[in-house]
C-alpha cells in the first residue's frame, strides 16, 4: 500500500493534521521540486522536508550549521522509529566510518551534515553512491552576505545543484528580508523552484521595548514579577557582560548560565545541555547561542542589548513560546547602543557596501524601538507581511504612549548641537541645555552660548528620550568615526526652520516597577486534583470575574488573555484582595494592569464579598 504524506504525519509524527501550507510544501517537494520555504520559528519546517524524505527513495540529506545541536535532533528524531544519524568532527575516526557504512548501505533515512563537511570531496562521493532523495539547507539565510548570520562555507552550496541534479533541493528559514530571499534563491541556484511564505506572525510572543534603567536589576525584575522559575534567553552583546550578567543573575538566586563562543567548548555543551533538558534556567547570552534550539518551553527572551537589525532580532525571539503559549520579547536599550553598534560597525574591517546596508538594517531597528504604533504590524510589514489590525500584544497597544508636541524642544537640542560644533556626544549636550556648571562647559566657553541653560523644562532623561526619538527618525545622527559626536542631517534644518513639526512620546515606554514582595498564586490546598478551584464559592467568584474580564477586553478591543490571565483570576478568586497592594501582590498583576483595570476588579471582588456576607 502506498503511503501519505497524511499516513507518515499520524503514525510517525502522533498528528492528525498539518498546519500552514506544509501540505503544500511536502507535495511540491515529495514530487521532486526544489523550494524556499520562509516560515517562522515553531512553524513546522522540518517536517517539510523529514517526510518526503521518508516518502522517496534513499535518504535525505540536511545541511546544518549546529553541529553542537545534531545529536539532539538526531536523538530526537531515533525517538520517532526514524533511522537518523550525524557525520561531524564530534565522532570518532572509527564511528564516522560506521555512519558511512549505514549510508552506503541504505540503512538511514536522514543524515546531518555541517556544510563544512558537505563540501569535502570524500563526503560528495559518499553521497554520490547513497543517491539522496531530498536535500535540506536548513537556516538558509547563512548563505546571504549581507544577513545577519552569514557563513561564508554556504555560498560553496551551489555546488549542489550541479552535483546531485535532479535531486529536490529545500532552502528553510525563519528570517528573511526581500533582499536575503533573493540572494538565497541566486546562491543556492533555486531559480527554478517555488517560494513558499507561510506568513511571519507569531500572536502567542508579547513584544514590549522600554528603556534600560538599573541594569541587571531591571532584568531580575521582570523574570521574577513575570516568569520565576520559568526558562528564558537573555542576550547581551559582548562575553564579558554575558559572564556578568548571569553571575549576577545566579547570585540573586536564578538557575543562570553563560554562553558564548569564548567559552570552553565542554562548558558550553554542559551549559546548553542543562538549558534542554532542565526547568527553569536562564541562558545568558551572546548570539553565538540559539540558532536552531528547539526547546517549546521558553517563555522570554530579553534583548539587555540593543540587536543589529530586526532580522536578527525577530530570529532570536522566535525561541520564545515554541509550544504556542503566551510568552515574551523584552527589549531593553539606551543612547549607548545605538553609538556603541555605529562605533562597531564603522570600525569594521567591512566594505563600503556592507556597512551602508548594515547601517540601514540598524536605523529600521532604532526606528521601531522607538515606535508610537503597533510594534507587530511594523515588525512584520517589514518581512513583507500584512496584519489588518493592530494587535493587542504589544507594549505600544497595551500601555499607549501619551505624547507632545515636541517641535521646540527638539529646535533647542538640534541647535545646541550645532552651536557646540557637533563634536560632542549626548551627556555634554544636555548638560549644557541643562545649565550644569561642569567645569568642561567653562573650558570651552559654552556658557556663553544662548543654548546654555535652556531645557529647564526636561530634567535629563526627558532631554534622552528625545535624543533618543530624533535619531530614530533620523533627524540627528552620530560621526561617521564612530566617537558617538552628535551630527545635524538635512532632517534637522527642516526641523529648526519650523517646515516639520513633532509630535514625540513623553515618557519611557513602561515605567521602571519599584521593588516588590514575592507575588502570591492560588496555594496548592485550594485546588482540586484537576487544577480547578476546590472551593464552590471561589469557583464562582472566578466565572464572575471572567466575565468582567470579558466585558472590559471587548472594551479594549483585546484579548481576554491580555487583560489578565486564568491564573491570575483564580488567584483573585481564591485569595479576595481588598485593596491595591493586595492585589499587586498577585502573580500576574502590574503596575499598568494595576492602573487600568484594578479599580474594576476590586469592586468587582467587594461586591462579591458584601452579597455573601448580606
Request: some cysteine; charged content about 25%.
Amino acid at each position: 500500500m502506498t503511503r501519505t504524506p497524511l499516513d507518515i504525519l499520524g503514525t510517525v509524527y502522533g498528528f492528525d493534521s498539518f498546519k500552514g501550507r506544509q501540505a503544500e510544501v511536502i507535495d511540491h517537494v515529495t514530487s521532486g521540486g526544489d523550494a524556499l520555504l520562509l516560515a517562522p520559528t515553531g512553524g513546522g519546517k522540518s517536517l517539510c522536508y523529514q517526510i518526503p524524505a521518508l516518502l522517496r527513495e534513499g535518504p535525505g540529506i540536511v545541511i546544518s550549521p549546529l553541529i553542537a545541536l545534531m545529536q539532539d535532533q538526531v536523538t530526537a528524531l531515533r525517538q520517532l522509529g526514524i533511522r537518523a544519524a550525524f557525520l561531524n568532527s564530534t565522532l570518532s575516526p572509527g564511528e564516522q566510518r560506521s555512519v558511512a557504512a549505514q549510508l552506503r548501505a541504505g540503512d538511514l533515512d536522514l543524515l546531518y551534515l555541517a556544510p563544512e563537511r558537505l563540501v569535502q570531496e570524500d563526503t560528495l562521493d559518499l553521497l554520490a553512491i547513497a543517491r539522496p532523495s531530498v536535500i535540506a539547507i536548513d537556516e538558509a539565510h547563512c548563505v546571504s552576505q549581507w544577513g545577519h548570520d552569514f557563513r561564508p562555507e554556504y555560498l560553496q552550496l551551489d555546488i549542489l545543484a550541479e552535483k546531485f541534479a535532479g535531486v529536490p533541493r529545500l532552502a528553510c528559514t525563519a528570517t528573511a528580508d526581500f533582499r536575503t530571499r533573493e540572494e538565497i534563491v541566486a546562491n543556492l541556484k533555486l531559480e527554478g523552484g517555488r517560494i513558499f511564505a507561510t506568513g511571519f506572525d507569531r500572536p502567542n510572543i508579547r513584544y514590549l521595548v522600554t528603556e534600560r534603567s538599573g541594569g541587571t536589576a531591571q532584568v531580575l525584575r521582570f523574570i521574577r514579577n513575570e516568569y520565576p522559575g520559568q526558562a528564558g534567553i537573555v542576550y547581551c552583546l559582548s562575553r564579558k557582560k554575558t559572564e556578568k550578567v548571569a553571575a549576577q543573575l545566579a547570585a540573586a538566586g536564578l538557575t543562570a548560565l553563560p554562553y558564548h563562543a569564548g567559552l570552553p567548548a565542554k562548558v558550553r555543551a554542559d551549559n546548553q545541555k542543562r538549558f534542554l533538558n532542565e526547568d527553569g534556567v536562564v541562558i545568558v547570552a551572546t548570539i553565538a547561542f540559539g540558532m536552531g534550539i528547539d526547546k517549546p518551553d521558553v517563555r522570554f527572551v530579553i534583548h539587555n542589548d540593543m540587536p543589529a537589525g530586526l532580522e536578527a532580532y525577530y530570529q532570536e525571539t522566535g525561541r520564545a513560546g515554541r509550544d504556542g503559549l503566551p510568552s515574551t520579547a523584552l527589549l531593553t536599550y539606551g543612547l549607548q547602543d545605538v553609538v556603541l553598534r555605529r562605533r562597531m560597525l564603522e570600525n569594521s574591517e567591512a566594505d563600503d557596501l556592507h556597512k551602508r546596508i548594515e547601517r540601514q538594517r540598524l536605523d529600521a531597528m532604532l526606528a521601531w524601538t522607538e515606535l508610537v504604533t503597533c510594534r507587530r504590524q511594523a515588525l512584520l510589514r517589514h518581512f513583507g507581511d500584512d496584519l489588518a489590525e493592530p494587535c493587542g500584544n504589544c507594549d505600544i497597544c497595551l500601555f499607549p504612549p501619551e505624547t507632545f508636541d515636541a517641535t521646540v524642544a527638539a529646535q533647542k537640542l538640534l541647535s545646541c548641537v550645532a552651536r557646540t560644533g557637533q563634536r560632542f556626544g549626548a551627556n555634554y549636550v544636555i548638560d549644557v541645555l541643562l545649565g550644569s556648571d561642569h567645569e568642561r562647559i567653562f573650558r570651552f566657553g559654552h556658557d556663553g552660548l544662548s543654548t546654555y541653560g535652556i531645557g529647564t523644562e526636561l530634567d535629563r532623561n526627558g532631554w534622552r528620550t528625545v535624543l533618543r526619538q530624533l535619531m530614530a527618525r533620523g533627524i540627528l545622527t552620530t560621526d561617521a568615526e564612530g566617537i558617538g559626536s552628535l551630527v545635524l542631517t538635512p532632517k534637522s534644518r527642516e526641523v529648526l526652520s519650523g517646515e516639520l513639526t513633532l509630535e514625540l512620546r513623553k515618557n519611557p515606554l513602561i515605567k521602571p516597577a519599584g521593588r516588590k514582595k514575592a507575588k502570591k498564586s492560588v496555594p496548592a490546598a485550594l485546588l482540586a486534583e484537576d487544577g480547578a478551584l476546590a472551593d464552590p464559592e471561589a469557583a464562582a467568584r472566578f466565572e464572575r470575574l471572567r466575565e468582567l474580564r470579558l466585558k472590559l477586553a471587548k472594551e479594549a478591543e483585546v484579548p481576554p488573555y491580555v487583560v489578565f490571565h486564568d491564573k491570575t483570576l483564580a488567584a483573585m478568586a481564591a485569595l479576595r484582595p481588598r485593596d491595591e497592594s493586595e492585589l499587586m501582590a498577585i502573580s500576574g498583576v502590574g503596575e499598568a494592569k494595576l492602573e487600568r483595570w484594578g479599580a474594576a476588579f476590586l469592586a468587582a471582588l467587594a461586591e462579591d464579598g458584601d452579597s455573601l456576607e448580606g
